[in-house]
């Protein structure tokens, strides 16, 4: 549900006269680091350069949404620290493994459960939640629009 929030987001904001740009594993994935895979590493550089691109484009005055499985502690970190104070805003979508497996629309996880798919957040790699985020959505008790609504509602007096 990552994108869906994010894409509800961006659709309010741009409602809000809001300059945004959503980046997420469709349009990096295919493009700029479709030269990666899902090993730890890989995953590592995947955030780092979308870390990258979203400070290229902060630094233009985008409001840069980016939706991905990022799964280290220590990466999120490393954007965090690529950006100006106050303008990385780590939004944990909280949805428990059993309820993201539930809602496979892609069949990812069944993929990785028969070993089809290596190297999966969750299954046979680790996932660190965030330990304070700046915003907590539950996907359970959240409808999209809902969180959608709430992450507004945080980062607006951000801004």
Avoid: C, W
Wanted: glycine share 6%.
């Amino acid at each position: 549900g990552k994108s869906t929030i994010a894409n509800e987001v961006e659709k309010r904001l741009a409602l809000m006269n809001r300059h945004t740009f959503l980046l997420d594993g469709d349009n990096i994935r295919h493009g700029l680091n479709k030269d990666l895979g899902f090993t730890d590493a890989d995953r590592v550089e995947n955030i780092r350069r979308v870390g990258e691109v979203a400070k290229l484009m902060a630094d233009a005055g985008l409001i840069v949404l980016t939706a991905f499985i990022s799964p280290f502690r220590a990466e999120r970190e490393m954007v965090r620290e690529m950006l100006a104070d106050g303008e990385f805003i780590e939004i944990f979508v909280d949805t428990p493994l059993e309820v993201a497996e539930a809602r496979d629309v892609k069949g990812l996880y069944k993929k990785a459960r028969s070993g089809a798919l290596k190297n999966f957040t969750g299954i046979d790699s680790p996932y660190e939640a965030p330990t304070s985020p700046e915003i907590r959505v539950n996907t359970v008790e959240m409808t999209p629009e809902e969180a959608a609504e709430h992450i507004i509602r945080k980062i607006m007096p951000l801004k």
